[in-house]
């Protein structure tokens, strides 16, 4: 049985919570036990990040939902080896981006489909709906393009700390590079990005 089926995006949106990390070494506890709700509620919490680690990777919405399904099969065959000890949210991350670099190098060039015109918003259906007007539209639509222009270990880092959450150290841990490294590209991401909204919010470079 796959261990995903169950884990429905009603659920996810329905239950998703935050749970301090002595509540997830409970739920992992349960899980390895065979307890399968307490493995759904793992995936409930960690679904979204994982999708849009796995969407900034590979800027497909078809291949970032296969990467998710494989990594919550991938933690339930690991799950006796997970440490409660460490950063779980770290480890599993650790897991998508594996899981997307194997997909790309095997995948690329004979699959190259892009959604780079759609916004996250649009991307992520957790994400707020924000304003709805069609200035707010239009605003969501630059900052979708100006986020494509970004190179990829800019846009990478930009969407892990604003969309994931995760901090400087967290997102070093996962890309394997330095906590200065990672100041310095979102530093530029900023940077650029206002540069390249400066036009529609009236900002000079």
Known sequence: ??????ATYSAVMESRQVL???DIIRLLEKARSGDRQAFKALIVLHQQKVYLLAYSLLRNRED???IVQETFI???EKLEACDPRKNFQGWLLQI???LCIDYYRKNYGRR???E???SLEEINPAA???DSSPAGFDLRQAFSRALDRLGERQRLVFVMKHYNGLDYREIAQILDISIGTVKSLHFKAVRNLRVLLGPQLGMKP
């Open 64 to 66: 970032a939902t296969d």
């Open 74 to 76: 991938r933690l339930f």
């Open 116 to 118: 780079s015109g759609r």
């Open 20 to 22: 301090h990390h002595d």
């Open 96 to 98: 998508t981006k594996n």
């Open 1 to 6: 049985m796959n261990p995903v089926a169950g």
């Open 128 to 130: 707020p709906p924000g």
């Open 112 to 114: 190259r489909e892009s």
